[in-house]
């Protein structure tokens, strides 16, 4: 009942302040091959920037794409040598857009500071009345910035949850509701396998969905995955396996199919929606929700998608997300079967 | 039942019912009956006062002519002390009495008992028979259903139906005469094990 | 030796005292009638029993096994129907019982012999989905799923609730059937006209029991005389007998009202009171007391 009236305040709350589309503080880091006094103007002015931070001065190229693959920076501003501001120049803006929106929206604050800067500069050099500098953005992972590259990686952390948590809790309260557990109760049959019993299917049927979700993006959206198939399946057998007990976990609290959908759907859907970083940048959020989003296995296992379907990345890259859902399955499973009761209240 | 009250049209044939149409008429006929199923249509979450309040609303009862009633079913149900009290804390046989007077409040001129007494201990089942005779005695038609065979005996006049057909309809009397036994149990078990089909 | 012994059990939920105080013993091979009306606390004992519930205090055990340490062992040994036909709608007859004979580790053809006679029953609509079946059927359906595995025990929680009266005749034929193999049975009922299938009753209310015996014995102790009372009009009649001043309680029964009376009296001053209350066609005699007026003097004993 609580919950009904709570909603609102928490949504608007969270909307409001918390969670935003707005980007802050994002780690950027800056190839300057010309070392000039303009170059280092600029450079001062994006790092005394709100939306950025700068991460590290880099030396070469190679380095570039070194950040961009270990997921350190978003952004890099490549200046070329001999950097005079004038207009048959240009510098280069490269971003990280498995998120194209935010990718775009970081490319238009750099290239406007940049700009900014050569127009005050440059009134002080008197070379040129009015310079057009249009930084080149150059897209790193999605170079045709389509949205699907970060949408994909969401509908499937979404949809692995709902199957899994959302049926499985729905499938046991079930049996309670309609007394049918009770005669399993009594029955010699292992409180185990009734459990294993429920979770098996919906496992089969989100590695089915896993396999069509795939088919669908590489051929219909034209998504490639540029990294091991083998990989991604992988993980998202594991992502299954923490939404099947989180599923389990809700079907020892609740006895009605009522309690139980709306538990998966709040409890559960909800943060995969807000903090998972599907839909809002986890970057920008404060601190207590950025804590929080990480008890959130939506949230590592979208990362986890984004670095092997799209940025092409193996295994060592994704260790961590591996390891984190790794611990939850295990927590999860041993509580929820602790819970799991062989009697009833 | 389900057709009498105006929740379910016929396939074919007519049926009237406090002389409305059931086909057409089925606003009018809900106007004039009143209805006790075996699940207890009440509120467990309301006290006992707001109970026969919301019921009164439901009917467009007058505010004053609500509250006299309700008190007046207080007093001859005995449940003066517990009007405060909510309907889910009251024993079954007395939410069972509670129901079935406020199925009656709007002075219906049929009111339908879906096995009223279904599961409820014999005294229980026996008092609340008399709130029944006592309503028939008011001139209320009483329609019911049950799986009691000594309740057949209470009624003026019983149907038998075994697959979906009427086998009998008469006095209990004159039933008993025709199947030549002294008890209803008899009667129906004499036509029940014809049954054929299995829903 | 005692397949179900329970002793000074009881169980709260909350405030609320489901049992109070119980104690009964079911022989090997007996059939065990529980029987009292909704609300009563039939299906704690029941929960109990099966291992489902753990009472608050007080022992109880099946076929020897405690049921709250050794509840591993006894859900080996025991069948149990609970109050709802619990049945998987969506399957057929066929399903739900090859499903359970699985759960129980073994299959519909070893122990074809104990569910032959109720399955021939139900056999020609076996493709049909139990949700599907009516009250008799699905009684039928979940009897054969609770012995499929041959239990020792069987527990039927009112297992003839919502069945027309000519399926629990019928019901109540096979439970005489499997008695006769030897399975004890443990069985409750709201209806007062079953009891006399059981070898013994227990009358049961408000979570205590009332009398635990046979029920020629239950009956035998009614202590007064029983009248049964006749005239043309019997809502006069009723409220006449309970007006006067020698009745002890009066309620109807069928075609007549079944009279208590506080001391002895004869026929003629019952008669010579209705004559003078003008009723017609009066018809007085006395009748063997059933389990039914049994229950209701013991409730009235209870209440006064």
């Known amino acids: 009942m609580m919950i009904l009236l709570l909603m609102p305040i928490i949504l608007i709350i969270l909307f409001g302040y918390a969670i935003t589309t707005e980007v802050k503080q994002v780690q950027i880091a800056i190839y300057d091959q010309s070392r000039t006094p303009l170059t280092e103007r ?197 992502y299954s396996l923490v939404s099947l007990s989180l599923g389990l976990l809700i079907s020892t609290v609740t006895n009605t199919q009522q309690a139980a959908m709306l538990i998966s759907a709040v409890v559960l859907m909800l943060p995969v929606v807000l903090l998972s970083g599907m839909v809002f940048p986890i970057g920008n959020m404060p601190d207590v929700l950025q804590w929080l989003s990480n008890i959130v296995p939506a949230k590592w296992y979208i990362a986890a998608v984004r670095d092997v379907m799209i940025k092409g990345l193996g295994v060592e890259a994704v260790a961590l997300d591996i390891t984190v859902l790794a611990v939850m399955v295990i927590f999860l499973t041993t509580v929820s079967v602790k819970r799991f009761k062989v009697r009833m209240e | 039942m389900r057709m009498l009250c105006g929740l379910s049209v016929p396939t074919s044939g007519e049926a009237h019912v406090a002389g409305y149409d059931v086909y057409n008429e089925t606003e009018k006929i809900k106007k004039h009956i009143g209805y006790m199923s075996q699940k207890f249509s009440l509120y467990d979450d309301l006290k006992v006062w707001e109970n026969v309040r919301l019921f009164g609303g439901i009917y467009g009862l007058p505010k004053q002519q609500i509250i006299d009633r309700t008190d007046k079913l207080l007093k001859i149900l005995n449940l003066e002390d517990q009007r405060n009290a909510l309907v889910g804390s009251l024993p079954l046989g007395w939410k069972q009495k509670l129901s079935f007077s406020i199925a009656i409040l709007h002075d219906p001129k049929i009111v339908f008992l879906d096995e009223p007494t279904g599961g409820v201990d014999p005294v229980t089942r026996r008092r609340f028979w008399e709130l029944i005779y006592d309503a028939a005695r008011k001139g209320i038609t009483v329609f019911v259903t049950t799986h009691y065979m000594d309740e057949a005996e209470y009624c003026d006049r019983v149907s038998i139906m075994v697959d979906g057909r009427i086998e009998a309809l008469d006095t209990p009397e004159n039933l008993k005469l025709a199947f030549k036994t002294d008890n209803m149990g008899d009667v129906f078990y004499a036509l029940a094990r014809k049954a054929k089909r299995g829903d | 030796m005692n397949d179900i012994q329970l002793s000074h059990i009881n169980k709260s939920y909350g ?234 309680s009066c309620f109807a029964f069928g075609d007549k009202h079944h009279l208590v009376l506080k001391e002895a009296t004869d026929k003629k001053n019952l008669y010579g009171y209705l004559q003078m209350k003008e009723h017609e066609n009066v018809l007085i005699d006395t009748a063997k007391p059933g389990i039914e007026d049994c229950f209701m003097a013991l409730l009235g004993d209870n209440v006064k």
């Not at chain 1, 919906?202 to 088919?215: A, E, G, Q």
């Not at chain 3, 291992?51 to 069948?79: E, F, H, Q, W």
């Not at chain 3, 034929?173 to 409750?188: A, E, H, N, P």
């Open chain 1, 42 to 238: 600029i450079i001062e002015r994006l790092e005394a920037n709100e939306y950025f931070s700068l991460y590290k001065m880099v030396n070469s190229e190679v380095e570039v794409q070194d950040l961009f693959r270990k997921g350190k920076v978003k952004l890099v501003v490549v200046f070329p040598a001999q950097y005079k501001g004038l207009s048959d120049e240009y510098v280069q803006i490269q971003t990280d857009a498995t998120d194209p929106n935010e990718a775009q929206q970081l490319a238009g604050y750099a290239t406007s500071i940049i700009r900014s800067e050569l127009q005050s500069s440059q009134v002080q050099i008197k070379e040129i009345s009015s310079p057009v500098v249009v930084p080149v953005v150059h897209l790193l992972y999605n170079p045709l910035m389509k949205g699907a590259y970060n949408f994909v990686p969401g509908v499937m952390g979404l949809i692995l949850l709902l199957i899994c948590a959302l049926m499985t809790s729905v499938g046991i309260v079930k049996e309670k509701e309609t007394g049918t557990m009770e005669i399993l109760l009594v029955s010699p049959m292992k409180p185990i396998f009734i459990v294993i019993a429920k979770m098996v299917p919906y496992l089969l049927l989100s590695f089915i969905n896993v396999i069509t979700i795939l088919l669908l993006s590489r051929f219909l959206l034209q998504v490639p995955i540029n990294g091991s198939v083998t990989l991604l399946i992988a993980i998202s057998v594991l």
């Open chain 3, 15 to 248: 405030k609320i005292e489901a049992v109070k105080d119980i104690n009964l013993s079911v022989s090997q091979g007996e059939m065990f009638g529980l029987i009292g009306p909704d609300g009563a606390g039939k299906t704690t004992i029941f929960r109990i029993l099966t291992t489902l519930l753990i009472p608050d205090t007080g022992k109880a055990s099946v076929c020897g096994y405690d049921t709250v340490r050794d509840y591993k062992i006894i859900r080996n040994m025991v069948g149990y129907m609970p109050g709802r036909f619990s049945l998987y709608q969506d399957l057929s007859i066929e399903e739900n019982l090859n499903f359970f004979a699985t759960v129980f580790n073994t299959t519909v053809t070893e122990n074809y012999d104990l569910i032959k006679d109720i399955y021939v029953q139900i056999e020609p609509f076996k493709k049909r989905r139990a949700g599907k079946l009516s009250g008799g059927m699905k009684q039928k359906l979940a009897l054969c799923c609770a012995l499929v595995h041959r239990p020792r025990v069987l527990f039927l929680d009112e297992p003839t609730t919502g069945v027309d009266p000519v399926s629990r005749n019928e019901f109540w034929d096979m439970l005489g059937k499997l008695k006769s193999q030897g399975i004890t049975i443990f069985v409750s009922t709201p209806y007062m006209d079953e009891a006399s299938r059981c070898d013994r009753i227990a009358l049961i209310q408000n979570g205590s029991i009332l009398s635990v015996d046979t029920p020629a014995n239950i009956s035998a102790s009614f202590s007064r005389i029983l009248w049964t009372v006749r005239a043309n009009d019997m809502y006069k009649l009723l409220a006449d007998l309970r007006a006067w001043p020698l009745t002890y």
